[in-house]
């Protein structure tokens, strides 16, 4: 297990860690305030977390050669696992649609699916840049439905709260698209693979 290994699988252990402090206002709803509003704190801490060791661990795996097929495919998996049960918390706490979030998940399962054809191939297919930019576009998707339920949590601002639900949900949709346009950057990929082996 390389450094950069071990920085992708932190992610995918704050995945479950951030489901249950997320939910734990949900299903105990008879919480008093101050045990609401912990929870906060520490979602940013765990969202910020993560999301910096998906930057280190590319940084990790370069500066020290570690670079990998094994890494190329635990790497996305592990920011797939994340965002998606960040954006299921959402989508419970109502601040996301859940049929946007199926969009998500119809996205991912087919890139798993053509990232098994490629293995077959004896092709690793790692992260490209429309993923990438995804990627990034999820990330500040997911920072605003954050920013969101902090609002409603804390009690601050609570006019504001509407707005910044919409401005969530805009920018989750953008997201989606920025998704589906990637999924046909990486069908591509596979469909020219394809032709130059029967070639």
Do not use: H
């Amino acid at each position: 297990m390389t450094l950069a290994n071990k920085l992708t699988l932190s992610r995918i252990i704050l995945a479950p860690v951030f489901f249950i402090v997320y939910l734990l206002p949900v299903t105990f709803s008879s919480l008093p305030g101050y045990a609401v509003k912990w929870t906060i704190p520490v979602l940013w801490l765990i969202f910020i977390i993560s999301e910096v060791t998906d930057l280190l661990d590319g940084l990790a795996a370069r500066k020290y050669n570690e670079s990998s097929d094994y890494g190329k495919l635990f790497d996305p998996f592990a920011d797939t696992l994340m965002q998606i049960t960040c954006f299921f918390c959402f989508v419970i706490d109502g601040i996301f649609p859940a049929f946007l979030l199926l969009l998500v998940i119809y996205r991912e399962f087919g890139i798993l699916f053509i990232r098994n054809l490629m293995q077959r191939k004896g092709i690793t297919l790692g992260a490209r840049l429309g993923g990438k930019i995804k990627t990034v576009i999820y990330i500040i998707a997911g920072g605003a439905a954050l920013l969101t339920v902090s609002i409603q949590r804390l009690d601050i601002f609570t006019f504001l709260f509407p707005y910044f639900k919409f401005g969530a949900v805009v920018i989750f949709i953008i997201s989606i698209i920025f998704s589906i346009l990637s999924f046909f950057e990486y069908f591509s990929i596979y469909r020219k693979a394809s032709e130059e082996n029967k070639s």
